[in-house]
């Protein structure tokens, strides 16, 4: 684990695009992570005024970024990395999605955990608003891979049948997550054209390739997003995802591990979307474009999700 002087120094990043409300809840869940937790520094990819204003109003020492342009998800934290580490004695960085909350003591435990498991990334038990576990890395190993992967658990459920050691992974989101330094300088900072789609499952399995990665189940942060109403925009976002997938799978060597996993994330696509016509298409069009043609789904300019992406090929409409 990366030490300056043997103390850490922690810098937390999120990027954000219009979402003040859950922005503002996430900083203030940080302040009680202080002292370990240096500071926080936020990319605003929607150039908003008040976002500036309402981190100036936190305790956390804060800062926030405004690129040009959108740069979608994995572009604004690679952008915020780069930044970051421009201080030299930042040691370690704590990745969080704008809609996350940090649980007391989790930043604790999870340096705790890197320094046990002479490990440079460590992720917590993400859970969602009833307090069940939502989101996992993986694959883990068994038990807990089973267990986690039950509907319904619970932090103390993983518990009480795997224990508190850490847990090592390949590929996990980043809705909170903490990396040393050396790890991001060895393996280079997220790639910016997977729009916000599967960027991070591409760079923590880059991680994993070279570095001890681990679940700390002492660890709780909760994931909070707002509710999906819009179904077109959530059908687009879980089509992206599979050609980022698939693109990731055949295409780079680091993540030829998730080809085991494509017909289960081919599956929940289509389960999620009633087995329906234009999900077969999706489905199809994402092999395509991702397996086949090569290539991730990418930025695509300031529509963020590329709403034309499936009519643009097959003349239909979710």
Sequence with gaps: ????????????????????????????????????????????????????????????????????????????????????????????????????????????????????????????????????????????????????????????????????????????????????RRAVEAVGLPRDDYWFQGEDLEWTLRLSARFACVLVPGAECRHLPPSAHDREREFLKQALMLQNNFFTATRLAHGRRLLRHAPGNVGRFLRANGWASSAWAAAGLAFWRGAVRGGPAGAGGTDGLRLRWLRSDSGRAP
């Design 1 to 180: 684990m990366t030490k300056v002087r043997g103390v850490s120094r922690v810098v937390a990043l999120t990027a954000s695009f219009r979402r003040p409300a859950q922005l503002a809840q996430l900083l203030a869940s940080l302040g009680t992570e202080a002292p370990a937790l240096a500071g926080a520094t936020v990319v605003d990819n929607a150039s908003d005024p008040s976002i500036a204003t309402m981190a100036s109003r936190v305790a956390l020492p804060t800062t926030v970024l405004t690129p040009e342009r959108n740069l979608g998800c994995g572009g604004g934290i690679a952008f915020g990395l780069r930044e970051v580490l421009r201080d030299p004695e930042a040691t370690h960085v704590w990745i969080f999605d704008d809609d996350a909350v940090a649980a007391p003591g989790a930043l604790e435990a999870l340096l705790k955990a890197l320094e046990e498991a002479q490990a440079d990334v460590a992720v917590p038990l993400i859970t969602d608003a009833a307090g069940r576990i939502g989101w996992f890395p993986g694959p883990l190993v068994e038990p807990a891979w089973s267990v986690i992967r039950t509907r319904h658990v619970t932090p103390a459920g993983l518990r009480q049948a795997c224990g508190l050691s850490p847990l090592r992974w390949s590929w996990a989101p980043w809705t909170s997550l903490l990396v040393t």
